[in-house]
């Protein structure tokens, strides 16, 4: 079972930054691929951004240009860096892992974007 736990939640004002973390529990190589959702109250958890094990990324039409997602393979760990927030951006974030014995979900760590 893949264990997957985020940090970096918090709140920020609109045209600022956060990178979230997300510590996976086993060799991320093991991994078809790893990915950000986001749910905000009342409405349905989506995609915002996934990694493949190869290195692919794609990205929700929202957050394009302003959000990157990476990994650091020594660290086990993948990454949201989030710039040039705005208002619609806050939500829970939740990491996601997708592999051959299943699916997995962190936490979730809040992101609010307000003045």
């Known amino acids: 079972q893949v264990q997957l736990v985020e940090s970096g939640g918090g709140l920020v004002q609109p045209g600022g930054s956060l990178r979230l973390s997300c510590v996976v529990s086993?060799?991320?190589?093991?991994?078809?691929?790893l990915g950000w959702y986001r749910q905000a109250p009342g409405e349905e958890r989506n995609l915002v951004a996934a990694?493949?094990?190869?290195?692919?990324?794609n990205y929700a039409d929202s957050v394009k240009g302003r959000f990157t997602i990476s990994r650091s393979i020594a660290k086990n760990t993948v990454y949201l860096q989030m710039n040039s927030l705005k208002y619609e951006d806050t939500a829970v974030y939740y990491c996601?892992?997708?592999?051959?014995?299943?699916?997995?979900w962190g936490q979730g760590t809040q992101v609010t974007v307000s003045s």
């Open positions: 996601n892992s997708q592999s051959w014995d299943g699916t997995y």
């Open positions: 086993e060799n991320i190589f093991r991994i078809d691929a």
């Open positions: 990694i493949t094990r190869d290195g692919s990324t």
